[in-house]
């Protein structure tokens, strides 16, 4: 009885450890920053594609809406599919790519130094790189915000400008159609006012002239 009392013990410290590490991921995920996709997935940038597979998978597997009870899985798993959507996604990747690699360069000229620094391999470098690209991709996706929305003003005006010219050339077919539909009308107007004044004419009597004297 004891040793099934100890199992069952087992099983339990078992399933709060994995709770635990799945509300730790959760958390993780969600405070990490959103535009950097390689800290979202807890990856080095530069890893191969399949690492990118393999951590999406165990990460994915770990914090699945449907086998934790957390309310803020599905935000993490959302923000995980992202990232990795994102990171296998050749074009996206080499845009985080070469934000990274302008935030070490930035760092190193601000500093002054070269690539051959001894200081860009210690761990205080590593870390400040992280906080350098974070600035980089905000500036990027301000950038990228500006551009969409001048983009979306021209093509608004653009729109607007067709919209008017459509509505010129339906406003012109219309007043084309309305002429041609009276013209029949007018023309039997005038017909009859000429045929009208013939009539009178014809009828009109010649005055009879009075003898002189």
């Known amino acids: 009885m004891a040793e099934e009392d100890d199992v069952e013990a087992l099983d339990a410290l078992e399933k709060e450890s994995k709770e635990f590490d799945k509300d730790a991921e959760i958390d993780r995920i969600l405070k990490a920053f959103k535009l950097d996709a390689y800290a979202v997935l807890d990856l080095q940038p530069g890893v191969p594609e399949s690492d990118i597979k393999a951590c999406y998978r165990k990460k994915s597997l770990l914090i699945h809406p449907d086998k934790t009870s957390n309310p803020s899985a599905p935000e993490a798993f959302d923000r995980l599919k992202k990232a990795q959507t994102e990171l296998m996604d050749e ?42 690209a974070k600035v980089v991709l905000i500036d990027n996706e301000m950038r990228r915000r500006k551009q969409m929305k001048a983009q979306l003003q021209e093509e608004g005006r653009a729109q607007k400008k067709e919209d008017e010219e459509i509505e010129a050339r339906k406003r012109k077919r219309e007043h084309e159609a309305a002429w041609e539909q009276t013209r029949e009308q007018r023309i039997g107007s005038w017909r009859d006012f000429q045929k009208g004044g013939k009539e009178e004419g014809g009828k009109k009597k010649k005055k009879k002239l009075k003898p002189i004297g």
Do not use: G, H, Q, Y
């Open 91 to 132: 074009k996206a990747r080499a845009r985080l790519d070469e934000a990274i690699a302008d935030a070490r360069m930035l760092l190193i000229r601000e500093r002054k130094w070269t690539v051959d620094s001894p200081e860009l391999k210690t761990d205080s470098f590593a870390k400040d790189w992280r906080e350098k």
